[in-house]
């Protein structure tokens, strides 16, 4: 045999020594020669381990890591072979059965909603023939009052023309005539003869108006209150959007012709003359307060009602006091029961349809509705008497 193939090739030397690297110096994690773990070798005083056991310790966590590797793998081909089909399988079941769902309830509303679309046009046909038919009526009432009252002044004129003194004085016709004629009444207007738009309320109808409303615009109004109408009650938040009551009277406001000066008032900056318009507050912190619209020329002075709002034909608001909820206008006051006191209040403008709702946003749930004649731009209104209140943006 032959030199070259008498034993193993030696492995690397230490660089600085020139020995085999036999040890593993743990504290720099590399192999090191027996004269660098000695006096005066850089590792001295390191934790050292034969190069050996390190390598058997490799091995064996080499071994341990292709284990888990192995179970691993086998789980993951298990989960792809058994799992991923009976979740594809659940999320198709799942899927028809939401989509049946879906189904069955616009079907149900569909069904719902032609139902009341039914029922409301019949209405809206029969109040149409109860208007015509009371015109009919009227007119061939008047028709044969008028011919009664031509036939009359006939009788009369040609009494007037061919009786004498005498005749004229002894005809007691004249009276039965003048008689028959005072008996027929001047004509006078009726609600019998106007159509009733009240045939198409629907609670309903307003509450899914409502919810398709809330959710088709785009957002709500960036309503602001306008500082110089602000009660000296009231203190108003620097983003113009929170009132806080305070019972004592600020010295600070300057009075002005657009100034509240008793009531704990305040008007919104911008008005609304057209169109679709919705605005929310944050009422949770009051137990007193009222929201709503009003009309520019609402009286700012004084302690009478004319400046208090839900007292006069200015003004439409929504109040709370305490546990009480009433819906007021002109001095006249609507209690309304609430099964909760709402966090926060939706106001619901629609001025093509004259119509002015509340809801509760967290619902969409239609709190009171109200149909008016508004005869200018209304401007959101508030009141608050106790904490604060603070319009949503």
């Given at each position: 045999m032959s030199a070259e193939s008498s034993g193993p090739e030696p492995g690397p030397l230490c660089p600085e020594h020139?020995?085999?690297?036999?040890?593993?110096?743990?504290?720099?994690?590399?192999?090191?020669?027996?004269?660098?773990?000695?006096?005066?070798?850089?590792?001295?005083?390191?934790?050292?381990?034969?190069?050996?056991?390190?390598?058997?310790?490799?091995?064996?966590?080499?071994?341990?890591?292709?284990?888990?590797?192995?179970?691993?793998?086998?789980?993951?081909?298990?989960?792809?072979?058994?799992?991923?089909?009976?979740?594809?399988?659940?999320?198709?079941?799942?899927?028809?059965?939401?989509?049946?769902?879906?189904?069955?309830?616009?079907?149900?509303?569909?069904?719902?909603?032609?139902?009341?679309?039914?029922?409301?046009?019949?209405?809206?046909?029969?109040?149409?023939?109860?208007?015509?038919?009371?015109?009919l009526t009227q007119r061939v009432h008047w028709t044969e009052a008028l011919q009664k009252l031509d036939a009359i002044r006939t009788s009369l004129v040609d009494m007037l023309t061919h009786l004498d003194d005498l005749q004229l004085i002894k005809e007691q016709e004249i009276f039965e005539r003048t008689e028959e004629a005072e008996g027929i009444l001047d004509p006078q207007d009726s609600d019998k003869l106007n159509f009733n738009e009240k045939c198409i309320r629907s609670s309903l109808l307003t509450q899914l108006w409502v919810t398709a409303v809330l959710g088709s615009l785009s957002g709500t109004e960036d309503v602001r209150i306008d500082e110089r109408t602000v009660s000296p009650f009231l203190q108003l938040s620097d983003d113009r959007r929170t009132l806080t009551f305070n019972a004592k009277k600020s010295k600070a406001c300057a009075d002005g012709p657009e100034r509240f000066d008793h009531w704990p008032n305040a008007l919104a900056a911008t008005s609304f003359q057209a169109g679709l318009h919705t605005w929310m507050v944050n009422v949770q912190n009051s137990c007193a307060y009222k929201v709503g619209v009003a009309l520019g020329q609402l009286p700012r002075k004084g302690s009478g009602n004319d400046s208090r709002l839900g007292h006069n034909a200015f003004s439409w608001v929504f109040s709370r006091y305490d546990q009480e909820f009433r819906f007021s206008h002109a001095g006249q006051h609507e209690s309304l029961a609430l099964l909760r006191c709402p966090a926060q209040l939706g106001v619901l403008l629609d001025l093509q349809a004259q119509e002015l709702l509340f809801y509760e946003p967290a619902s969409g749930t239609v709190l009171h509705t109200h149909h008016a004649s508004f005869s200018g731009p209304l401007f959101p209104v508030f009141a608050v008497a106790d904490q604060t209140i603070s319009i949503i943006r």
């Open positions: 020139g020995q085999a690297l036999s040890w593993f110096c743990c504290s720099e994690r590399r192999p090191v020669c027996a004269a660098c773990t000695g006096l005066g070798g850089r590792c001295r005083g390191h934790r050292v381990r034969r190069a050996e056991e390190r390598a058997e310790e490799l091995r064996n966590k080499i071994v341990d890591q292709c284990e888990r590797l192995q179970f691993q793998s086998a789980s993951i081909t298990k989960y792809v072979a058994e799992v991923l089909p009976g979740k594809n399988q659940g999320a198709v079941s799942t899927a028809s059965a939401a989509r049946e769902l879906v189904i069955q309830r616009l079907g149900l509303v569909r069904s719902l909603c032609e139902s009341e679309e039914q029922r409301l046009l019949e209405r809206v046909h029969g109040e149409e023939e109860r208007a015509h038919q009371s015109i």
